[in-house]
């Protein structure tokens, strides 16, 4: 489905990327105030507040809800600021609007559930307000733009997307992992959505906020929503992510922004594309030396020498056949799986050294 769109057209103090800056959640009239007083200062014209707080588990900080809205207000006035907050429900939508959010974005838990974007669009029906619609947790692409539809369907016509990286079992490098391919595919199959990246919510380590800003530069990405808070160290929730504005600032001010880059067509993003396979292929290399590695325990316990040669020899043959139908130089095929197997080979007779 062709979406129907206009510009976004938020204030920036640069000419791209346009920022979002805020604590992950609204604490405190003071924290609010402080924190937005410092952005301002910098120059940060949208300033984002967590009101409702989706946790993993209870017993977390859930967001002050409707109390904290008033002070979202106090940041328009003293500041001048446009305000952003995410919104879950037809009721958080009604409680948003009434009290003045300038911007609404969708979170990603929200955004995996259909029925929860129905109604949160239902609740927008009549509306003008510019919103964004974050990636669901889970890494597909056909439930972000669904949700986008949904969106877009109730008559919401400045529409973004923002990338926050999805979530995977094992905890790596990242707390959601970027898979960049997934919002580059988004840009290819709705060029003229604006994606803002989330620096934040994809490391959850503040030391890894300045590259990731930097990579979503190079590949082009209108829009950045980054996590800042005055006391970082003392957030109430997603405290390792959060910058003090001073460092925000100063990590925006250190990007280097390349004119005329396009998501589908940058050499960054190819390489990006080569980064994401190569890392696929290391993540399924550790699989399969894993799984070598139980066949090693099978053989010593059923006395079996560990190099099978016929095996080894059908497994070369197979693999330089499919290389080929699929346009690899046998020789290369064969080279690699040799490789591979002299791996395996070790990590058994580690295994049955021990
Ligand atoms: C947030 O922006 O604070 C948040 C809860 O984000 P996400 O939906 O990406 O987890
Ligand atoms: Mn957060």
Redesign the pocket.
């Known amino acids: 489905m062709e979406l129907d769109l206009q510009p976004l057209n938020l204030p920036s103090n640069t000419e791209r990327p346009f920022v979002i800056a805020g604590p992950?959640?609204a604490e405190t009239e003071e924290q609010v105030i402080n924190t937005a007083k410092q952005l301002a200062s910098k120059g940060f014209r949208i300033f984002?507040a967590?009101i409702w707080?989706?946790r993993t588990k209870p017993g977390g900080f859930e967001g002050n809800g409707e109390k904290a809205l008033p002070w979202m207000q106090m940041v328009k006035q003293e500041t001048n600021m446009m305000t952003a907050t995410?919104v879950a429900t037809a009721e958080h939508v009604e409680l948003a609007l009434k009290y003045g959010i300038d911007l609404l974005?969708i979170?990603?838990?929200t955004t995996a559930n259909p029925f929860a974007i129905q109604s949160v669009a239902d609740a927008l029906k009549g509306v003008d307000i510019p919103v964004l619609v974050?990636n669901p947790v889970n890494p597909d692409l056909e439930l972000w733009i669904g949700a986008l539809e949904r969106i877009n369907g109730a008559g919401i016509k400045r529409l973004g997307a923002?990338h926050?990286g999805f979530t995977s079992y094992e905890k790596k490098l990242y707390r959601n992992i970027p898979m960049w391919q997934i919002p580059i595919e988004l840009h290819r199959r709705l060029p003229n959505l604006p994606i803002v990246n989330?620096p934040s919510?994809i490391s959850g380590r503040r030391d890894l906020i300045a590259s990731l800003c930097q990579q979503a530069m190079d590949l082009g990405m209108d829009g950045l929503?980054v996590?800042s808070h005055c006391d970082p160290d003392k957030a109430w929730?997603?405290a390792s992510q959060q910058v003090t504005p001073d460092v925000l600032d100063y990590i925006l001010s250190m990007l280097i922004i390349r004119e005329n880059v396009d998501l589908t067509a940058s050499l960054s993003t190819l390489r990006k594309s080569i980064d994401e396979i190569d890392n696929e292929l290391i993540d399924l290399l550790a699989k399969r030396m894993s799984i070598s590695r139980e066949i090693g325990a099978y053989k010593r316990e059923n006395g079996m020498t560990i190099v099978q040669t016929k095996r080894y020899s059908e497994i070369l043959d197979k693999r330089a056949a499919q290389g080929s139908l699929k346009g690899i130089d046998a020789e290369c095929i064969k080279k690699i799986f040799e490789s591979i197997h002299e791996e395996s080979v070790r990590q058994q007779m580690d295994l049955i050294n021990k």
């Open positions: 992950c959640s984002r967590g707080k989706p995410e974005w979170g990603a838990r974050k923002i926050r989330d919510h929503m996590e929730s997603d």
